[in-house]
């Protein structure tokens, strides 16, 4: 609450700019600071989300500057930064409170020498507010980014109960050396092992080049041999931030031993 009646302080001596649609900018802001917090504490950090920042600049000029264009850019801006694929990105390291900091003060300063100015100027009064919408987000991304890397999963994962999330991280496509697995999700997957169908095994999960690998990183594929007779996989993985609890993925098909007796439904 605190945030939207400074807002609407900077907005009111701005006529043209009526308090609903204040109040409405106000809460689309508040949604993105909320979002990027939330992101934040998952190991992701805006990168495309940042467009939010001059879209609700561009809504807030379309009254002052009687451009009805304006509302319409700004409010594409503000959906590319909610739904592009790459709006938030994964934090390779902790992100930086500088930068923001010096948003923040900068807002401040011209928040205040706006709302004691006897004539206002508008440039300092969206700058202001775009330099404290940037700065707060930052800070955001800074405070509750990722402090230390995850902890490596190893076998003690085995035994652990796990989740099927419902949108499956991995996928698995086959050829005639064996398996290849690919992550799907946005972020960086920790793997712990894996184990063929109906066998009680336990194998570290390697790249291409034969290497083990602790962690799979977006798009990153490794490759799990398999002989014609097996007839799918299970893997042991978890995410390297968000969800604590040990996933558990699993995929089955007819081997290819078998394709003589498959049959389609």
Known sequence: MTGELQW????????????????????????????VA????????PRVAWWAVPGVLLLLLTPVLDVPALFGVGAALLLLAEFWPGAYVPARVRPGWAWPAVGLVTGMALALSVLRSAQVESVAAFAAMGCLLAGTGGMLAAVLGPRRPARILGFEARWKATVTPEWPDLSVSLSPR????????????????????????????RGEDGRAMNVLQAG??????????????????APERGRAATCLFRADWTPPA???QRVLN
Request: aromatic share 12%; proline share 5%; glycine share 8%.
């Open 8 to 35: 609407l302080g900077l907005l009111a001596p701005i006529a043209q700019v009526t308090a609903p649609f204040a109040v409405m900018v106000s809460l689309l802001s508040l949604y993105w600071l909320v979002r």
């Open 38 to 45: 939330r992101e934040a504490r998952m190991g992701f950090v």
């Open 178 to 205: 064996g398996a290849h697995l690919k992550n799907v999700s946005r972020g960086t997957l920790r793997v712990a092992g894996w184990s063929p169908a109906g066998i009680n095994a336990w194998y570290r999960v």
């Open 220 to 237: 990153q594929v490794a490759f799990l041999p398999l002989d014609e007779h097996d007839r799918g996989v299970r893997v042991w993985y």
């Open 258 to 260: 078998r394709a003589a």
